[in-house]
C-alpha cells in the first residue's frame, strides 16, 4: 500500500492506493480490532532505497502505536521546504476524520501541531478519490489564512496526484471588487458581524415597490392592458417565492409578458411569434414598471447606496443597529459611483453578502477550512454560499484565534457555515511541537479564555531556552548561527514592525534569509512577521522579544501562542523586556 496505485508489466497490482477500500485496515487494525490482518509492516525509505522495516504481529498482540519508530523518524525528520504528505503514518483517529463520508460536514478542534493541515488535505485527496466524477464536476476548495500558508501546502495534494482543487484565501474568493482602503478596526469589526446580513437582505427586500399604475402597451395592431391587482399579485406571488432577487426581476417579467401572451391569444385565436414575445418583455412600459417595483440592482450599487444614506441604512438597519453604529457605518465623503469608491476588506465581504442576495452562486462539493477559528460570521456566511449542496471539513484552534472577530464556540461558526449539525472532534495528540515547548507555550492557555482540549506531544526530545539578552539584533544573528550547525529549517519569528530590521542585520552578518511565501527558497534561514507565521513550522525557531509580539495587536497574547509553537526541534526565545506576565513563571531565567 502507497501513495499511488502502481501495478506490474501483466498488469497486477503491486502497490494499492492509500484511499482503496483495502487499504482502510492498514490504518484502523488494532490488536483489539485486527479486521483480519495478522501481521502489518511498515516500510521506510529514502531516496528510492528500502532503509527499514518495521512488523506489528497483530495476531500475537503486539501493537507499537506511536512507539513506532517508523513513525518517530518521519515526526523527528528535519523539515525543509514545503509540507510533505504523511500517507505511511497517517494515525487511527486521523483516518477516522480523513475517511468520513463525502456528506459528513466535520469540524476539527485541535492543539498546535496535532495534524490538523494534514488531515484536512489527506481529506480532500480521499473524497477525490473516491468520488472522482462528481467532485471534479462540482470542484473542491481549500481555504487558508494567507499565501504564505497556501504557498507552504500546495505540494501536498499534487504529491498525491490530486491537481484539480483550488487554493484560496477568503479574501480571494470574495474579490468581486479591488480592496483600495482600510478603515478602523472597529468599523471592519461591525461590518463582519452577522447583523449585517440582515440589514443587508432588508436593504434588498426594500427595493421592491407597490404597483401604483396599469401597463398599457400597444403592438402596432392592439393596445394590451394589465390593472393594477393582477401586477399586484405578480409581484407578492414573486417576492413570496424568496428567490436571488436578481432572478425574482426576471421571473416578474416573464409574468408579465406572459399575461400579455394570454390576452393576445384569446384575441387572435393563436399564440404569438418568439419574437413578439420578445418584444414585449422589452418594451418602455414594461421596463418602466420593472424599474418602479423591482428596480435592477448589483451588489455593489446595494452597498454604495446604504453606506452613503442616512435615511436608506436606518430603513434597513432600525431595530438591528443602535443609532451609534449606524453612524459608524456612514461614509463622511461618498463617493459618487460605486466604480469610484475605495472599497474595504470589509465592504468585500458585505458585497459578497449582497451578491448571495442577488444572485446564486456556483458552489463546490466539498471545501477544507484550515484555521478557521478566525473566521467572522461573515466570511462563514460567504463560505456556506459556496458549500451550500457540498460538505465541509473545518480545521482549527480555537486557542489560535487572533482575528477580533475570532471564534469562541465552534457551534457558531458551524451554523454561520450552514452546517449546524457537524460533529465537532478534538485532535490531542502533537506531532510537532516538542513536550517541553508545549508546556512553555500551554502557560498563555489560561490567559486565552478559551476551552479546548489540552494535547499531549508526541516529541520528548527538542530544546527550550529562554534567554535575557542585552541585543536582541546580535543575540538574533548569533542564536541564527547556532542554529545553522544542526539540520533543517531555521525561523526567526517577531513582531512585524521589527522584521526589515532583523532581516537586514542578518544580511550583513552573511546570512541569507527567505520570505515565507518562498518555499522554494535554497535560504534555510526564514525571517517571519509574526502575522504570517499561522500554520508553518520551522526546526528552529528563534522568537525575538515576545512582549513586542504581544502589544503590536489586541489579540496579541493569542499571536504570541501561535508564535510559540511553531518550532518543531529547538525553540530559542530571546528578550530585552521582561517576559509577558502569564509566561513568568515557565521562564528559564
Ligand atoms: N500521522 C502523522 N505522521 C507523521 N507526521 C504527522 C502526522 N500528523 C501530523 N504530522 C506532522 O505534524 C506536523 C503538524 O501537522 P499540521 O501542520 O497538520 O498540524 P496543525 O494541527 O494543522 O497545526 P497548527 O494548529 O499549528 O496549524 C506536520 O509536519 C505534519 O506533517
Not at 480571494?172 to 443587508?200: F, G, N, Y
Not at 432577487?245 to 393576445?264: D, F, H, I, N, P
Request: proline residues 6%.
Amino acid at each position: 500500500m502507497g501513495r499511488r496505485h502502481v501495478t506490474d508489466e501483466r498488469g497486477e497490482p503491486l502497490v494499492l492506493d492509500w484511499r482503496a477500500p483495502v487499504s482502510r485496515s492498514f490504518y484502523r487494525a488494532s490488536v483489539r480490532d485486527p479486521q483480519g490482518v495478522a501481521v502489518r509492516r511498515r516500510f521506510g525509505f529514502s531516496n528510492g532505497v528500502l532503509t527499514s522495516f518495521e512488523d506489528e504481529r497483530l495476531d500475537r498482540g503486539e501493537e507499537l502505536g506511536t512507539t513506532s519508530r517508523i513513525l518517530t523518524a518521519e515526526i523527528e525528520r528535519p523539515r525543509v521546504g514545503p509540507m510533505r504528505d504523511i500517507v505511511a503514518t497517517i494515525q487511527p483517529e486521523q483516518d477516522e476524520l480523513v475517511r468520513a463520508d463525502l456528506a459528513d460536514s466535520i469540524c476539527v478542534q485541535g492543539a498546535p501541531g496535532t495534524g490538523k493541515t494534514a488531515v484536512g488535505l489527506h481529506r480532500a485527496a480521499y473524497l477525490l478519490y473516491l468520488h472522482r466524477e462528481r467532485l471534479r464536476r462540482a470542484g473542491v476548495l481549500i481555504v487558508g489564512p494567507n499565501r504564505a500558508f497556501l504557498s507552504y501546502i500546495a505540494a501536498v495534494l499534487p504529491a498525491l496526484g490530486e491537481v484539480e482543487v483550488e487554493q484560496a484565501t477568503v479574501e480571494e474568493l470574495i474579490s468581486r471588487v479591488a480592496v483600495r482602503a482600510v478603515e478602523a478596526p472597529a468599523v471592519a469589526t461591525l461590518k463582519h458581524d452577522v447583523r449585517m446580513a440582515s440589514v443587508l437582505r432588508r436593504a434588498v427586500q426594500g427595493q421592491i415597490g407597490t404597483p401604483t399604475d396599469s401597463i398599457t402597451v400597444s403592438d402596432g395592431s392592439f393596445r394590451w392592458r394589465i390593472g393594477v391587482e393582477p401586477l399586484h399579485r405578480i409581484v407578492e406571488e414573486t417576492r413570496r417565492e424568496g428567490l436571488p432577487y436578481g432572478t425574482g426581476r426576471e421571473r416578474v417579467q416573464a409574468r408579465v409578458v406572459s399575461l400579455l401572451q394570454r390576452q393576445a391569444e384569446a384575441r387572435r385565436a393563436e399564440s404569438p411569434s418568439d419574437a413578439w414575445l420578445r418584444r414585449m418583455s422589452r418594451c418602455r412600459p414594461v421596463l418602466d414598471f420593472l424599474d418602479a417595483v423591482w428596480p435592477a440592482l448589483t451588489p455593489e450599487g446595494l452597498v454604495h447606496g446604504l453606506f452613503s444614506d442616512p435615511t436608506r441604512l436606518a430603513a434597513a438597519a432600525d431595530g438591528l443597529l443602535s443609532d451609534a453604529e449606524q453612524a459608524q457605518l456612514i461614509w463622511a465623503k461618498p463617493a459618487r459611483t460605486p466604480k469610484a469608491t475605495r472599497w474595504t476588506a470589509a465592504d468585500a465581504v458585505l458585497i459578497d453578502e449582497a451578491t448571495g442576495l442577488l444572485e446564486r452562486l456556483s458552489g463546490f462539493g466539498h471545501v477544507v477550512v484550515d484555521e478557521a477559528q478566525d473566521l467572522s460570521p461573515m466570511q462563514c456566511r460567504a463560505i456556506a454560499r459556496r458549500s451550500e449542496h457540498g460538505s465541509v471539513t473545518l480545521l482549527g484552534d480555537l486557542a489560535q484565534g487572533t482575528a477580533p472577530w475570532a471564534a469562541t464556540d465552534w457551534r457558531e461558526s458551524l451554523a454561520h457555515l450552514g452546517k449546524p449539525d457537524a460533529v465537532v472532534v478534538p485532535l490531542t495528540v502533537g506531532f510537532r511541537v516538542p513536550a517541553a515547548v508545549v508546556a512553555f507555550a500551554n502557560l498563555l492557555l489560561p490567559a486565552l479564555a478559551v476551552d479546548v482540549p489540552p494535547a499531549e506531544s508526541l516529541r520528548h526530545d527538542g530544546g527550550l531556552d529562554v534567554r535575557t539578552v542585552a541585543d536582541l539584533t546580535s543575540a538574533t544573528v548569533a542564536e541564527v548561527r547556532a542554529a545553522l550547525a544542526h539540520d533543517g529549517s531555521v525561523g526567526v519569528i517577531a513582531a512585524d514592525d521589527a522584521v526589515d530590521g532583523l532581516r537586514a542585520a542578518l544580511a550583513e552578518a552573511g546570512v541569507e534569509t527567505a520570505t515565507a511565501d518562498d518555499v522554494a527558497a535554497a535560504e534555510r534561514v526564514t525571517v517571519v512577521p509574526a502575522t504570517l507565521v499561522k500554520g508553518l513550522e520551522y526546526d528552529h525557531v528563534v522568537v525575538v522579544e515576545p512582549a513586542a509580539i504581544v502589544a503590536a495587536e489586541p489579540r496579541g497574547l493569542h499571536r504570541l501562542y501561535v508564535v510559540l509553537t511553531r518550532a518543531v526541534s529547538r525553540l530559542a526565545v530571546l528578550h530585552v523586556a521582561a517576559l509577558p506576565a502569564p509566561l513568568v513563571d515557565g521562564s528559564a531565567d
